[in-house]
């Protein structure tokens, strides 16, 4: 049995690929496009699964996607009849959106109805094909992508996003291969697109502005009267529902501004580019995000109550809002908690294929993801080949890379890092990262500014031994695609103020023996040498980019960056800084 999954015509396209119950291949199609956030169809990544899987799309059984157009189009009317005054401002935008700034895919639902005919056009053998073509909805397709490759049986799930249809929450039960749902909340009270429109009013980008912000808010106070004027707008309902006054929000018929005039008026004028903010939209970021956090237990009470499970499940791009998942572990609500590495759209291609595997087909679970490396693989070959092809000075380093790598480190050099299989998700999981110590007080700023061209209050992540976190942070529970922060321990802060950030906390990432053991070989080089298993890591990309799919991506990176060295491999290449050192 062959299922692909695929998503497109949003933002973080991508494609997944299920043969016999086991997840062997998935994508996100800006890194193979290399154009950041890329809502296109993944052809891309298509091809890159039966590339993986040496097969033809003749070979495909089912194919699956992510979204049900048939409950937008039934919805229109409704949005039209609650919200028709605001109409023509939609249609007037509408026009002009870039896939990736689509509202609601109202300018996409034709190319969906096309999709199963454009496969069969676009790839060989299409014309042999006999897969069968399902649209899933697409908050079911966030609920199964966490909880169909947990490592649970019985678990309450939570999926918050900015829409999917009609729906921005879900709340549900899953049990073996069923996911049951209990609560919906729906257009337009978003928790998602509400945490964007503050991003926007403070000056941040469509898309990337909620993971800013979340940085931003460390830096304001979430007590004072600003969060109590932002709480007045918001009504947490019974059932663990929530709504909010709408008349101070724009982004349900605007992608220009996501707040009104109502709101500008009682916050400050909307910001037309980032930086220089004031006491009061720092404390707006910092109220933002503690509402976020309160909805999060407020919603994961009820799902308790009803579920009476332990374990809780994470999906959507709120849930890539590290602060919040690791409020909601201090809350003790729940004993255990999966969070899917790629838990906004880009993960809906996988949760498409599981959903329709195990729910519709009633097929047993026995896959369980245990690791996020899931992508595009190179050869020693490959490396080589495009060394050659570069100017850098190279050498084959052998078993011997992760003792110098660690030496490099800690004489501060900050290194591209490259090893592997690519990552699935936003995140860097120490395959396609960069590199540093953690210990001097001004790598995080050296890297901000000429490394990553990015803003300076921004903070980086750690990545420690499993076993080692409970030293260091105010957690031990693991977490290997960094999406809790916890608190770094008060003697070691000053110790490792590159990772600390401005509010004594860090993302964090753990690894263990079994998931990626070439980092694991470097963390234990490094604590050899400097007594610590904890390493500053980031995303191997530079501002405006994805992060790197493959070696010649790598090399460009590298080649347009500060970085002093570059590991691919086995091989430590260099641009001008001696090889040996």
Same mark, same amino acid.
């Given at each position: 049995?062959?299922?692909?999954?695929?998503?497109?015509? +949003?933002?973080?396209?991508?494609?997944?690929?299920?043969?016999?119950?086991?997840?062997?291949?998935?994508?996100?199609?800006?890194?193979?496009?290399? &154009?950041?956030?890329?809502?296109?169809?993944? $052809?891309?990544?298509?091809?890159?699964?039966?590339?993986?899987?040496?097969?033809?799309?003749?070979?495909?059984?089912?194919?699956?996607?992510?979204?049900?157009?048939?409950?937008?189009?039934?919805?229109?009317?409704?949005?039209?009849?609650?919200?028709?005054?605001?109409?023509p401002k939609l249609l007037k935008e509408q026009r002009n959106f870039s896939v990736e700034e689509n509202l609601g895919m109202l300018n996409y639902i034709k190319d969906m109805y096309r999709v199963p005919k454009n496969i069969k056009r676009h790839f060989a053998d299409g014309n042999k094909t006999k897969f069968?073509?399902?649209?899933?909805?697409?908050?079911?397709?966030?609920?199964?992508?966490?909880?169909?490759?947990?490592?649970?049986?019985?678990?309450?799930?939570?999926?918050?996003?900015?829409?999917?249809?009609? #729906?921005? #929450?879900?709340?549900?039960?899953?049990?073996?291969?069923?996911?049951? &749902?209990?609560?919906?909340?729906?257009?337009?009270?978003?928790?998602?697109?509400?945490?964007?429109?503050?991003?926007?009013?403070?000056?941040? &980008?469509? *898309?990337?502005?909620?993971?800013?912000?979340?940085?931003?808010?460390?830096?304001?106070?979430?007590?004072?009267?600003?969060? &109590?004027?932002?709480?007045?707008?918001?009504?947490?309902?019974?059932?663990?529902?929530? =709504?909010?006054?709408?008349?101070?929000?724009?982004?349900? $018929?605007?992608?220009?501004?996501?707040?009104?005039?109502?709101?500008?008026?009682?916050?400050?004028?909307?910001?037309?580019?980032?930086?220089?903010?004031?006491?009061?939209?720092?404390?707006?970021?910092?109220?933002?995000?503690?509402?976020?956090?309160?909805?999060?237990?407020?919603?994961?009470?009820?799902?308790?109550?009803?579920?009476?499970?332990?374990? *809780?499940?994470? @999906?959507?791009?709120?849930? /890539?809002?590290?602060?919040?998942?690791?409020?909601?572990?201090?809350?003790?609500?729940? !004993?255990?908690?999966?969070?899917?590495?790629?838990?906004?759209?880009?993960?809906?291609?996988?949760?498409?294929?599981?959903?329709?595997?195990?729910?519709?087909?009633?097929?047993?679970?026995?896959?369980?993801?245990?690791?996020?490396?899931?992508?595009?693989?190179?050869?020693?070959?490959?490396?080589?080949?495009?060394?050659?092809?570069?100017?850098?000075?190279?050498?084959?380093?052998?078993?011997?890379? $992760?003792?110098?790598?660690?030496?490099?480190?800690?004489?501060?050099?900050?290194?591209?890092?490259?090893?592997?299989?690519?990552?699935?998700?936003?995140? @860097?999981?120490?395959?396609?990262?960069?590199?540093?110590?953690?210990?001097?007080?001004?790598? !995080?700023?050296?890297?901000?500014?000429?490394?990553?061209?990015?803003?300076?209050?921004?903070?980086?992540?750690? *990545?420690?031994?499993?076993?080692?976190?409970?030293?260091?942070?105010?957690?031990? /529970?693991?977490?290997?695609?960094?999406?809790?922060?916890?608190?770094?321990?008060?003697?070691?802060?000053?110790?490792?103020?590159?990772?600390?950030?401005?509010? +004594?906390?860090?993302?964090?990432?753990?690894?263990?023996?079994?998931?990626?053991?070439?980092?694991?070989?470097?963390?234990?080089?490094?604590?050899?040498?400097?007594?610590?298993?904890?390493?500053?890591?980031?995303?191997?990309?530079?501002?405006?980019?994805?992060?790197?799919?493959?070696? @010649?991506?790598?090399?460009? =990176?590298?080649?347009?960056?500060?970085?002093? $060295?570059? *590991?691919?491999?086995?091989?430590?290449?260099?641009?001008?800084?001696?090889?040996?050192?």
């Amino acid at each position: 049995m062959i299922i692909l999954g695929i998503n497109a015509f +949003g933002h973080d396209s991508s494609a997944s690929l299920i043969i016999n119950d086991e997840l062997v291949f998935a994508a996100e199609e800006e890194r193979l496009s290399r &154009k950041k956030h890329d809502g296109r169809f993944p $052809y891309l990544s298509i091809k890159a699964c039966l590339d993986y899987a040496k097969i033809t799309i003749a070979d495909v059984d089912h194919v699956t996607f992510f979204w049900k157009p048939g409950i937008t189009l039934a919805h229109i009317p409704v949005y039209f009849l609650k919200f028709f005054n605001k109409v023509p401002k939609l249609l007037k935008e509408q026009r002009n959106f870039s896939v990736e700034e689509n509202l609601g895919m109202l300018n996409y639902i034709k190319d969906m109805y096309r999709v199963p005919k454009n496969i069969k056009r676009h790839f060989a053998d299409g014309n042999k094909t006999k897969f069968k073509f399902h649209y899933i909805e697409h908050h079911l397709c966030h609920a199964a992508s966490t909880f169909f490759v947990s490592p649970f049986k019985d678990a309450a799930i939570l999926t918050i996003d900015g829409a999917g249809e009609w #729906t921005t #929450t879900m709340m549900a039960h899953g049990n073996e291969n069923k996911i049951k &749902k209990i609560a919906n909340i729906n257009t337009p009270y978003s928790l998602g697109a509400f945490y964007q429109a503050i991003s926007m009013h403070l000056g941040f &980008k469509l *898309i990337e502005g909620p993971g800013k912000l979340m940085a931003l808010a460390s830096f304001g106070n979430a007590d004072g009267e600003v969060y &109590k004027k932002l709480r007045k707008l918001f009504t947490f309902g019974n059932k663990g529902k929530y =709504s909010f006054d709408m008349s101070y929000f724009s982004y349900h $018929y605007s992608r220009k501004s996501g707040v009104s005039e109502k709101f500008t008026n009682l916050f400050g004028p909307s910001k037309k580019e980032t930086g220089n903010w004031n006491t009061l939209e720092y404390d707006l970021a910092a109220s933002a995000q503690r509402i976020v956090e309160e909805l999060f237990v407020h919603m994961a009470s009820h799902l308790k109550k009803v579920t009476q499970s332990e374990n *809780i499940c994470l @999906a959507g791009g709120v849930a /890539l809002n590290s602060v919040a998942n690791g409020k909601l572990i201090q809350s003790g609500l729940f !004993k255990n908690i999966f969070i899917q590495p790629a838990a906004g759209d880009s993960g809906t291609s996988l949760g498409s294929a599981f959903y329709y595997n195990h729910q519709i087909l009633g097929r047993a679970r026995k896959y369980e993801m245990k690791t996020a490396f899931i992508g595009n693989k190179y050869s020693d070959d490959d490396y080589l080949r495009e060394l050659k092809n570069s100017n850098l000075t190279y050498k084959n380093l052998g078993n011997d890379i $992760y003792r110098k790598a660690a030496e490099l480190l800690s004489k501060n050099y900050i290194v591209g890092w490259f090893q592997g299989a690519m990552e699935y998700g936003p995140r @860097a999981l120490g395959n396609r990262s960069i590199l540093a110590s953690p210990f001097p007080a001004h790598m !995080k700023d050296i890297i901000n500014a000429r490394i990553k061209f990015r803003e300076s209050f921004r903070p980086f992540a750690a *990545i420690v031994n499993e076993e080692d976190c409970g030293n260091y942070f105010s957690f031990s /529970l693991p977490n290997p695609y960094m999406l809790l922060v916890y608190g770094v321990k008060a003697e070691y802060q000053k110790l490792m103020p590159a990772i600390t950030h401005v509010d +004594g906390t860090v993302r964090i990432q753990t690894v263990n023996a079994d998931e990626n053991p070439n980092m694991r070989n470097l963390l234990n080089e490094f604590k050899k040498i400097t007594g610590h298993s904890v390493i500053l890591n980031t995303s191997f990309n530079i501002k405006s980019e994805p992060i790197v799919c493959s070696p @010649a991506d790598a090399i460009r =990176s590298y080649a347009n960056s500060d970085l002093d $060295y570059l *590991i691919i491999g086995n091989y430590l290449a260099t641009k001008k800084l001696p090889i040996d050192v």
